[in-house]
């Protein structure tokens, strides 16, 4: 959204917009729109989910925004096509390079702008834009930022003219899918590590054998003591320190501040596996 905005007010011409299906955002609902087709609709450009649609369109770039599908032939022959990436390529090539920078603890990230080719965020940069990760934030703030980032970079290089794409430069690391299994929060590892889990999204644990996503964690030391998993309060103890819950979900419950739902489960002495 952030990028389809500052095109528009840019004073580019949006010839069309290719984004997702509409999909339902809970059980028996009616379909919704992507958040790029609201935007989009509202100003009267014309909307597909079909990206080879923009092939008879008259497009002359198209800029592509965490589209989510690999695109191939006859659209990447028919059209030229750039990429912003969440990242400075070649690190974290692929759909999570957001959550994989945090889960590495990476102090710094970036937004790159590069052309699209056949292979995943292989293509040559045109340019980049750094930024530090701030050591508590989380992979959605930080998505944010950089969609900001990148919008402004997109703009600043169109007026100018994209000039003279580099080839990237070092060994690939890649950055594939987060599975929630990697979203477990094992106990037996260090608080800091478990933190940066929390800061990817979607941590969860048990709590008296049902789901508990952890929403907001710091590291503390040191532990509460007792083995891994044991509470002191809302803090855990871990392998190395303690880890203090500050937000929490129940299964089928909306978020409360950890504090809050430790009253509630006040008998509880440890959480997991």
Same mark, same amino acid.
């Given at each position: 959204?952030?990028?389809? /905005?500052?095109?528009?007010?840019?004073?580019?011409?949006?010839?069309?917009v290719?984004?997702?299906?509409?999909?339902?955002?809970? &059980?028996?609902?009616?379909?919704?729109?992507?958040?790029?087709?609201?935007?989009?609709?509202?100003?009267?450009?014309?909307?597909?989910?079909?990206?080879?649609d923009?092939?008879?369109?008259?497009?002359?770039?198209?800029?592509?925004?965490?589209f989510?599908?690999?695109l191939?032939?006859?659209?990447?022959?028919g059209?030229?096509l750039?990429?912003?990436?969440?990242?400075?390529?070649?690190?974290?090539? !692929?759909?999570?390079?957001?959550e994989?920078?945090?889960? #590495?603890?990476?102090?710094?990230?970036?937004?790159?702008?590069?052309?699209?080719e056949?292979?995943?965020?292989?293509?040559?940069?045109? #340019?980049?834009?750094?930024? /530090?990760?701030?050591?508590?934030?989380t992979?959605?703030?930080?998505?944010?930022?950089?969609?900001?980032l990148?919008?402004?970079?997109?703009?600043?290089?169109? #007026?100018?003219?994209? !000039?003279? /794409?580099r080839?990237?430069?070092?060994?690939?690391?890649?950055?594939?899918?987060?599975?929630?299994?990697?979203?477990?929060?094992?106990?037996?590892?260090p608080?800091?590590?478990?933190? &940066?889990?929390? &800061?990817?999204?979607?941590?969860?644990?048990?709590?008296?054998?049902?789901?508990?996503l952890?929403?907001?964690?710091?590291?503390?030391?040191?532990?509460?003591?007792?083995?891994? !998993?044991?509470?002191?309060?809302?803090?855990?103890?871990?392998? /190395?320190?303690?880890?203090?819950?500050?937000?929490?979900?129940?299964?089928?419950?909306?978020?409360?501040?950890?504090?809050?739902?430790? &009253?509630?489960?006040?008998?509880?002495?440890?959480?997991?596996?």
């Open positions: 959204v952030p990028a389809l /905005a500052g095109l528009l007010a840019a004073g580019h011409d949006v010839a069309a290719v984004t997702r299906p509409d999909r339902r955002r809970g &059980r028996g609902a009616a379909l919704s729109p992507s958040p790029v087709k609201q935007a989009a609709l509202a100003a009267g450009l014309p909307v597909t989910d079909r990206a080879d923009v092939l008879g369109a008259g497009v002359e770039l198209g800029v592509v925004v965490a989510g599908q690999i191939r032939a006859p659209l990447l022959g059209v030229p750039v990429n912003l990436h969440f990242s400075l390529l070649p690190r974290w090539r !692929g759909a999570a390079p957001v994989r920078a945090i889960l #590495a603890g990476d102090e710094e990230t970036g937004v790159c702008l590069m052309e699209v056949a292979e995943l965020d292989s293509g040559p940069v045109y #340019a980049q834009v750094r930024t /530090a990760i701030g050591p508590e934030e992979a959605a703030h930080l998505r944010r930022r950089l969609a900001v990148g919008r402004d970079l997109l703009v600043t290089q169109l #007026a100018g003219g994209l !000039g003279e /794409a080839p990237q430069s070092g060994r690939p690391i890649y950055a594939p899918k987060i599975h929630p299994a990697e979203l477990h929060l094992d106990w037996e590892q608080a800091e590590q478990l933190a &940066r889990v929390v &800061r990817a999204g979607r941590a969860w644990t048990a709590a008296a054998g049902q789901r508990l952890v929403l907001a964690a710091t590291p503390e030391h040191p532990s509460p003591g007792g083995p891994p !998993g044991s509470l002191g309060g809302t803090l855990v103890s871990t392998g /190395a320190g303690g880890l203090r819950l500050r937000s929490v979900q129940p299964a089928g419950r909306a978020p409360l501040d950890a504090e809050a739902w430790r &009253r509630g489960a006040r008998h509880l002495t440890a959480l997991g596996p």
